[in-house]
């Protein structure tokens, strides 16, 4: 259990730059229009 706090703050920037990727991706309209980076879904009401 003692574990999870360094092996969290060791992950956590390489979790943001994907999250960034992410965000970038859908902004410019870069990588495929089916799946730009994985599995993503978009909701809307």
Do not use: C, E
Request: without cysteine.
């Amino acid at each position: 259990m003692v574990w999870r706090v360094p092996l969290g703050l060791a992950v956590a920037p390489f979790a943001g730059i994907a999250v960034l990727a992410a965000h970038v991706s859908f902004a410019f309209g870069l990588g495929s229009p089916d799946d730009p980076l994985g599995y993503a879904v978009i909701a809307t009401k």
